[in-house]
């Protein structure tokens, strides 16, 4: 049964850092690409940062790009997501996911931008 669970969120002041960590499990993890999305309170869920089945390829969304960093570890089975110069309009709940190939969504975790 696939299986995400993601950990690291918390209340930061602007300007701040945070390290989102993402536990897999239920499939052959270093097959498949992965990204990091989140929701905030009444928007859709976007996809912010994406990485490849072997880390190769890694792009991001314009609202994130130079400030957050997308990282895996094969060996076990985790993505990463070292977000740096944190905004308010960060705030969101965020997960891990390959939705095109998996139904499930984990309970995500909250992060809030906040002085």
């Known amino acids: 049964q696939v299986h995400f669970v993601e950990s690291g969120g918390g209340l930061v002041q602007p300007g701040g850092s945070l390290r989102l960590s993402c536990a897999a499990s239920?499939?052959?993890?270093?097959?498949?690409?992965m990204s990091w999305y989140r929701q905030a309170p009444g928007k859709e869920r976007e996809r912010v940062a994406f990485?490849?089945?072997?880390?190769?390829?890694?792009n991001y969304a314009d609202s994130v790009k130079g400030r957050f960093t997308i990282s895996r570890d094969n060996a076990k089975n985790m993505v990463y997501l070292q977000m740096s110069g944190l905004k308010p309009e960060d705030t969101a709940i965020y997960y891990c996911?390959?939705?095109?190939?998996?139904?499930?969504w984990g309970q995500g975790t909250q992060v809030t931008v906040s002085s």
């Open positions: 990485i490849s089945s072997t880390g190769s390829v890694i």
């Open positions: 239920g499939f052959t993890f270093s097959n498949y690409a």
């Open positions: 996911n390959n939705p095109t190939a998996f139904g499930t």
